[in-house]
């Protein structure tokens, strides 16, 4: 919890926001044509892939976490993850290891 | 509220006499703005979790369900839901700048877009009472099958479950945007009277955070619910 005095706000360009907008709008219309492509299993793995991806902008960029100067914050985010990687792994190795039919 | 009267007019809202800089004030604000969040990823996660189970156990009857919602109209939500962070980014942005014609300008475009969201998700929703597609006792259920392809196999108790995973996720979804939509008219009220300067915009900003969280939520549940199985 130091260096608040640096912490003045960081004003991103109307370009820049312009710029992110679009790329999450492009790759809104590639999800679409991803699931178009017959995988398989895959089909799934690309499209969280893609949206993990437009995810990290917004967090980023419009969430302005990348110049956040509290690293608590970031800290914060990646326990969340963790947390619900942990809950989504562990329901789905009791889901998989079971002996239903 | 105990602030003697002397506090009050050395400490405003942009610095509170218990934080030593503005810096402090807004990344304390921040940080537990974050963490509100945190129980919003474990909260749809929750719902996220039971999507995952009852995809893979049935999955026919989520690829079947999948097909009968309207993509392309999921697809404009999707795109009209980003435009709308887009606006909120840049709504943010004119409060820091000071800009206040321009934070209201951006909020009301804010507030259109997801309404418009909003009244397509109303639209779709119509579409499914009518089919019945509905859970419940009028539940019924008949596949889309294009020629030359055969139907899925599958079971009409389970396909209750995608719809039951439909309604919760978009529905919830759907709620945030009603109350995200109530913060904005909160916001525009506030920004007209001149509540923000660059300063102080405290409330935008946090504001702006739940926003784009309820757009990364719709983000996943865009290619889950609506592209589980276009192809063929």
């Known amino acids: 919890m130091s260096n608040h005095d640096n912490s003045e706000h960081h004003v991103i360009s109307v370009g820049f926001y312009s710029l992110i907008g679009i790329t999450l709008l492009i790759f809104t219309g590639i999800t679409y044509f991803a699931a178009t492509v017959n995988l398989g299993q895959a089909n799934i793995v690309v499209a969280l892939a893609i949206a993990t991806f437009k995810a990290t902008l917004v967090v980023l960029f419009f969430m302005h976490v990348k110049y956040t100067s509290e690293k608590m914050t970031r800290a914060?985010?990646?326990?969340?993850?963790f947390f619900l990687m942990l809950l989504l792994a562990l329901s789905m190795a009791d889901f998989a290891t079971r002996s239903w039919t | 509220?105990?602030?003697?009267?002397?506090?009050?007019?050395?400490?405003?809202?942009?610095?509170?006499?218990?934080?030593?800089?503005?810096?402090?004030?807004?990344?304390?604000?921040?940080?537990?703005?974050?963490?509100?969040?945190?129980?919003?990823?474990?909260?749809?996660?929750?719902?996220?979790?039971?999507?995952?189970?009852?995809?893979?156990?049935?999955?026919?009857?989520?690829?079947?369900?999948?097909?009968?919602?309207?993509?392309?109209?999921?697809?404009?939500?999707?795109?009209?839901?980003?435009?709308s962070s887009w606006t909120m980014a840049m709504a943010v942005r004119s409060a820091q700048l000071g800009k206040r014609k321009l934070l209201c300008l951006f909020l009301v475009l804010t507030m259109i877009f997801g309404?418009?969201?909003?009244?397509?998700?109303?639209?779709?929703?119509?579409?499914?009472?009518?089919?019945?597609?509905v859970p419940g006792p009028y539940f019924d259920f008949k596949q889309e099958v294009k020629a030359g392809e055969t139907p899925l196999p599958i079971n009409l108790h389970t396909m209750q479950m995608f719809f039951s995973v439909y309604f919760a996720m978009t529905g919830m979804h759907a709620l945030h945007m009603v109350i995200g939509l109530g913060l904005m008219t909160y916001l525009l009220i506030k920004s007209a009277?001149?509540?923000?300067?660059?300063?102080?915009?405290?409330?935008?900003?946090?504001?702006?955070?739940?926003?784009?969280?309820?757009?990364?939520?719709?983000?996943?549940?865009?290619?889950?619910?609506?592209?589980?199985?276009?192809?063929?």
Request: with cysteine; charged share 15%.
């Open chain 1, 76 to 81: 914060t985010i990646v326990g969340a993850l």
């Open chain 2, 193 to 232: 009277r001149g509540a923000y300067s660059p300063k102080y915009y405290t409330p935008v900003e946090m504001a702006g955070l739940y926003w784009h969280f309820v757009d990364i939520v719709w983000i996943y549940l865009f290619p889950l619910l609506y592209l589980i199985d276009v192809h063929k």
């Open chain 2, 1 to 83: 509220m105990s602030d003697s009267p002397a506090a009050t007019a050395t400490h405003g809202l942009e610095l509170r006499h218990h934080f030593a800089t503005e810096g402090q004030q807004r990344d304390s604000a921040t940080l537990g703005m974050w963490l509100f969040l945190v129980t919003e990823i474990m909260f749809f996660g929750g719902m996220f979790c039971a999507y995952l189970l009852y995809r893979t156990r049935h999955f026919n009857e989520f690829a079947a369900g999948s097909r009968s919602l309207d993509t392309w109209l999921g697809g404009v939500n999707t795109a009209v839901l980003l435009v």
């Open chain 2, 115 to 133: 309404a418009t969201f909003l009244g397509v998700k109303a639209v779709e929703y119509h579409a499914k009472f009518v089919e019945h597609h």
